[in-house]
């Protein structure tokens, strides 16, 4: 699976972006898909992830309420979208895949196998 990570910007608090995740490989509709995000000086942390069939969302308790993920299977796309901004949301955002046939979502970086290259997105206040 190779994942390409675009949307992010510079955005003022209280705004939204839209991040997209385009995947290729066979692999992608069949993972668990997810975002992670890494501020300056800080671990890569996770954001969000969905399951193979977008039933499930799951978020941190940071962003819950704020920001939604969704995947396109058949456009092999997966999405975050991101309002009420803040501050402290500025970070680079990274899309990942478990992995093929990997229907656990788990939280941990090491976890998930495919990473995107990453796409910034800065919030000022």
């Known amino acids: 699976v190779q994942l390409q990570a675009s949307g992010g910007g510079l955005v003022q608090a209280g705004g939204s972006l839209r991040l997209s995740c385009a995947a290729s490989?066979?692999?992608?509709?069949?993972?668990?898909m997810g975002w992670f995000r890494r501020a300056p000086g800080k671990d890569r942390e996770f954001v969000a992830a969905?399951?193979?069939?977008?039933?499930?969302?799951y978020y941190s308790n940071s962003v819950k309420g704020r920001f939604s993920i969704s995947r396109d299977n058949a456009e092999n796309a997966l999405y975050l979208q991101l309002n009420s901004l803040k501050p402290e949301d500025t970070a680079v955002y990274y899309c990942?895949?478990?992995?093929?046939?990997?229907?656990?979502?788990?939280?941990?970086?090491?976890?998930?196998?495919?990473w995107g290259q990453g796409t910034q997105v800065t919030v000022s206040s």
């Open positions: 990942a895949a478990r992995g093929s046939g990997i229907t656990v979502i788990n939280r941990a970086p090491s976890q998930w196998r495919f």
């Open positions: 490989g066979r692999t992608f509709s069949n993972s668990v």
């Open positions: 969905i399951t193979w069939n977008g039933d499930n969302t």
